[in-house]
């Protein structure tokens, strides 16, 4: 039976396949990796060993892998290319070198001391980033400096667990410090907003006519 023209004008179009419909939609762009926060994390590795070989750098690589696949930085709509200043970063090695060899002679000197009182507490530091990045590196390095642990985020303050406390506004102006070399050496992973902003800015422009 053959149809009128008019009908066909009528029946449904076909979805569009193969490449007309990957025109349609717009050219796809595969998630980049973050290539800094691996380059800062095998870098803390290193440190860590206190020597550089390829059998360290092949583990700094893979644990920095497993950590970002376990735990995988939040993805973002219009998310910008991370950018990685190396002198800020040497930087950052640089200081982070400096304070784990303090950290480890304060608290091997009191182990080792007998009869030392060891005075712990928990230290309310602000945030001067809120980013989720910027939280991430900041928490992983506090915690692989001996003595100190992150414990919680709350309200754009990060609280610190302090093994040895002797003065609370040190160790905020130590968290304080680390927080501006971590951003000046990842300046556009500061400047994104975290993952619960992202949402309701998505939110806000939902709702909008």
Same mark, same amino acid.
Not at 133 to 150: D, K, Y
Not at 166 to 188: C, H, N, Y
């Given at each position: ?25 717009? &050219?796809?762009?595969? +998630? ?5 926060? @691996?380059?800062? %994390? =095998?870098?803390?590795? *290193? $440190? ?37 200043? &190396?002198?800020?970063? +040497? ?5 982070? @070198?400096?304070? %784990? =060899?303090?950290?480890? *002679? $304060? ?52 609280? =610190?667990?302090?093994? *040895? $406390? ?44």
């Amino acid at each position: 039976m053959r149809c009128s023209r008019d009908e066909r004008s009528e029946w449904p179009e076909r979805p569009r396949t193969g490449k007309a419909m990957s025109a349609a939609n717009g &050219p796809r762009r595969a +998630a980049k990796p973050p290539v800094g926060v @691996a380059a800062w %994390l =095998v870098v803390l590795w *290193l $440190l860590l060993w206190g020597k550089v070989s390829v059998a360290n750098v092949a583990s700094g690589i893979l644990v920095a892998v497993v950590l970002l696949v376990v735990f995988p930085l939040p993805r973002r709509q219009g998310a910008v290319r991370h950018v990685v200043r &190396p002198l800020a970063l +040497a930087r950052l090695a640089a200081y982070f @070198a400096y304070e %784990l =060899v303090i950290s480890n *002679l $304060l608290v091997t000197r009191v182990i080792l001391s007998q009869g030392s009182r060891i005075r712990t507490g928990v230290v309310g530091c602000p945030l001067h980033s809120p980013s989720d990045g910027i939280v991430t590196v900041l928490a992983n390095t506090i915690a692989l400096s001996p003595g100190t642990m992150m414990v919680e985020v709350f309200d754009d303050v990060i609280y =610190v667990h302090a093994l *040895l $406390l002797r003065d609370v506004e040190r160790v905020r102006g130590d968290v304080a410090k680390l927080q501006s070399l971590i951003i000046a050496a990842f300046p556009t992973m500061g400047a994104l907003p975290t993952a619960e902003a992202a949402e309701a800015a998505g939110r806000d422009g939902e709702a909008r006519p």
